[in-house]
Each structure stands twice: as C-alpha cells, then as structure tokens.
C-alpha cells in the first residue's frame, strides 16, 4: 500500500522558517517526480513545487520562488520542503504527491498528474 507522511508543520511568525518532510512508503519513488501542493480555506488547491525523480529538474510557483526551496532524497524516500521568508498568505494545508509515472520527465504542475497524496500538514503564519 503506498503511503505519504507529510510532517514538520506548525505555527510561525511572518518572516520565520518552516521545513516540510514527506516520507513515501510501500513503492520506491525515486523514478518519479514529486510535488507540494497547498490549500488554504475557500481556495483550490495550488502547487507549491516539484522536483524531477533525479532531483535535477525543479518548478515553483512565482507566489513562491525564490524563498522555498524543495528536494530529495531518494535513498530515503524522502522529499523537503524549506520555507524561508514566510507570510501569511502562506497559511495552508499543505500536500506532497507523486506523479503519474504515465508523464515520464515532465514536471507536471496541476493536481491531475499526481496519483497518490498524502493526509496533509497544517502551516500557520502569523503576522
């Protein structure tokens, strides 16, 4: 059974860091691309990052780039997320995901290239 562990959440002033684990369990990730995703109340689902199965390729949102940074470890099974600078516009649920083998190399950045999910790991920031 495939399983995603997201942890490392919790609450933060404006300004501080986070750093978000996710630990995959039941299949070997390390050939597929993974992704963050957040949702904050009344509002969709968006991605945060993604990273190619090698760790070489990456994407961020633009509300995002330049102060998250997300990697890998696939010995571990393992994906990171680091949150510096954070906001509280950055307050969310936030998901990692695998994507669908089906898409190959390409960095998908919507939530229907991703198969499985994990439960979710609150951020809170405040001002």
């Known amino acids: 059974q495939v399983q995603l562990v997201e942890s490392g959440g919790g609450l933060v002033q404006a300004g501080g860091s986070l750093t978000l684990s996710c630990a995959a369990s039941?299949?070997?990730?390390?050939?597929?691309?993974m992704g963050w995703f957040r949702q904050a109340p009344g509002k969709e689902r968006e991605i945060v990052a993604a990273?190619?199965?090698?760790?070489?390729?990456?994407y961020y949102a633009d509300s995002v780039r330049g102060r998250f940074t997300i990697s890998r470890d696939n010995a571990k099974n393992t994906v990171y997320l680091q949150m510096n600078s954070l906001k509280p516009d950055d307050t969310a649920v936030y998901y990692c995901a695998v994507q669908n083998p089906a898409y190959g190399t390409i960095i998908v950045i919507n939530t229907h290239g991703y198969e499985y999910w994990g439960q979710g790991t609150q951020v809170t920031v405040s001002s």
């Open positions: 039941g299949r070997t990730f390390s050939d597929y691309a």
């Open positions: 990273i190619s199965w090698s760790g070489g390729g990456t």
